[in-house]
């Protein structure tokens, strides 16, 4: 019963993000998790202001994507090749996967996916599995509307300096590591 009103709900989340709102709150999963030796870590809301907070002091980059977003997942390489100059300058970049908002993703089954799905594409930047169901604090906590793909430019003082919605192409990602690196 607990599953299918998961299912019920995380299908009304993923299909009001897909369409620009966020859906009713499910509970997320709470014990953070990982697996030995894959760059993914498992995150809620607390755990990426943390990871967000533990950078201040450098610039950083945040892209926010699912697998199951087309536009997400067509601009990753771009942004891996964008973004390489910024991070040998001490710059970072961090991806956070918000797969777990559509129905049928579920933390144990997304998880041990991720890094090969990363490798494949040459992603050598951190990444974080969002592990809450519910997409509003997240836009709330930083200032956007959870559409993906998004990509947040955080100053070295902890400040976000820009938001990009939508799909960017290696220009733009360019434009937004430089825009980190300057601050607020």
């Not at 709330?140 to 192409?169: K, M, N, Q, W, Y």
Request: charged share 20%.
């Amino acid at each position: 019963m607990v599953s299918s009103l998961r299912t019920v709900a995380t299908a009304g989340a993923s299909l009001a993000l897909l369409l620009g709102g966020c859906g009713e709150p499910n509970a997320p999963v709470s014990a953070p998790r990982s697996i030995a030796g894959a760059a993914v870590e498992v995150v809620d809301l607390q755990g990426l202001e943390a990871f967000v907070h533990a950078r201040k002091g450098r610039p950083l980059l945040v892209n926010f994507w699912a697998t199951w977003c087309g536009p997400c997942v067509a601009e990753l390489p771009e942004l891996v090749a964008a973004t390489r100059p910024f991070r040998a300058a001490g710059g970072e970049v961090a991806g956070v996967c918000l797969d777990l908002m559509a129905p049928g993703y579920e933390v144990d089954t997304v998880l041990p996916k991720l890094p090969a799905f990363l490798a494949a594409r040459g992603i050598d930047y951190a990444n974080l599995l969002f592990s809450e169901y519910e997409c509003g604090p997240l836009g709330d906590r930083f200032g956007f509307d959870p559409v993906l793909p998004v990509t947040l430019a955080i100053g070295a003082s902890g400040e976000i300096v820009e938001i990009h919605e939508g799909r960017a192409d290696a220009a733009r990602f360019a434009a937004l590591a430089e825009r980190a690196r300057q601050g607020s």
